[in-house]
């Protein structure tokens, strides 16, 4: 294609889709001007209702429930499938343990010192944010990436991302598995004790109780578990990666 | 705070042209991490921290993968 027609078919591109954005955005509401009645709703009923004052936890955790577990299984395939595509090949060879598992450069002082006073509170962070998913922003997903991050500075302070000769893989599938199941089994409970899926079964508690919410705070806990420990899982099959040498 | 929202959404146009402009991996790594702060300050000043502190979670976990890649990339070249 030569220049001239690239750029005829580029301007007839560029002139169809500019004239459907500003045909679009022309009935659009105007900025900051919300109209429609879904959000005014969840917003009066989400806390009288599940007594849980983050509304957004309320809406994905429990009114739109189903389609949540869908997220996290979608999670839970892209996390696999990194597992299966990163296998180690049959001529690729062991990756060395031990110092070999440490990070190919060597850390300056500032960045291991940051890294690892970072660690604690990015910990304690996580956790705070997993187990107040139902109160302030944040949630189950938030909390468990941040809790799956912080073995990342462990990494960037030069150590190795995992324990180097206990297989750490055992425990995180485990735990990935846990979190992905337990949400069903949560959902399920509903389903069995009142027809529902995910209808919710547990006392609501009082609102603004790090308790309240029902089911909530446990579906907070399961989805953090499983997206923690499959982000952990995805990082450390990358590092893996980088470790493997071809034979040929 | 509609003057911050107009700054900072501007600055969000920017850098996300500043991601597609710059072709060496490396550096675009680190140019989409600016990229995601403002967008999440962005959603910050509309009113949605919830969506804000997604955004900096996955931003931070994000990079690391691309620069894995990288290095395993790079080392196979030498």
Do not use: C
Not at chain 1, 80 to 103: N, S, Y
Not at chain 1, 113 to 119: K, S
Not at chain 1, 170 to 196: C, D, K, Q, W
Not at chain 1, 201 to 215: A, K, T
Request: proline content about 6%; cysteine-free.
């Amino acid at each position: 294609m030569t220049r001239r027609t690239r750029l005829i078919v580029f301007a007839v591109g560029a002139i169809g889709v500019g004239a459907a954005l500003i045909w679009g955005t022309a009935g659009a509401p105007p900025f900051g001007h919300y109209r429609g009645p879904y959000g005014d709703v969840f917003n009066r009923r989400a806390v009288p209702e599940r007594h849980a004052t983050n509304v957004i936890n309320a809406i994905t955790f429990d009114y739109r429930g189903i389609d949540t577990v869908g997220e996290e299984f979608i999670l839970f395939a892209a996390v696999m499938g990194v597992t299966v595509l990163l296998r180690r090949q049959r001529d690729e060879a062991t990756p060395r343990r031990g110092d070999g598992d440490r990070p190919p450069w060597r850390p300056s002082d500032a960045v291991r010192i940051a890294a690892l006073t970072l660690l604690a509170p990015a910990v304690l962070l996580g956790l705070y944010i997993v187990a107040h998913g139902t109160l302030t922003p944040g949630g189950g997903f938030q909390g468990g990436m941040i809790l799956g991050a912080a073995p990342l500075l462990v990494f960037l302070a030069g150590r190795t991302l995992l324990h180097p000769r206990r297989d750490p893989m055992g425990p995180l599938e485990f735990g990935e598995g846990l979190g992905a199941g337990g949400f069903v089994a949560i959902g399920m409970v509903g389903l069995i004790a009142t027809g529902a899926f995910l209808e919710n079964v547990w006392p609501l508690g009082r609102i603004g109780s790090i308790f309240s919410g029902g089911m909530l705070p446990f579906i907070n806990v399961a989805v953090g578990l499983e997206v923690g420990a499959g982000l952990v899982i995805a990082l450390y099959e990358f590092r893996e990666q980088t470790l493997l040498r071809g034979r040929g | 705070m509609i003057v911050l929202e107009a700054v900072v959404m501007g600055l969000v146009a920017f850098l996300g042209l500043a991601v597609v402009r710059t072709h060496d991996p490396l550096r675009q790594v680190v140019v989409l991490s600016l990229f995601g702060i403002g967008l999440a300050a962005l959603f910050l000043f509309l009113q949605a921290p919830d969506v804000a502190l997604s955004e900096v979670t996955v931003g931070l976990a994000y990079p690391v993968l691309v620069l894995l890649t990288l290095a395993k990339i790079r080392e196979r070249e030498r």
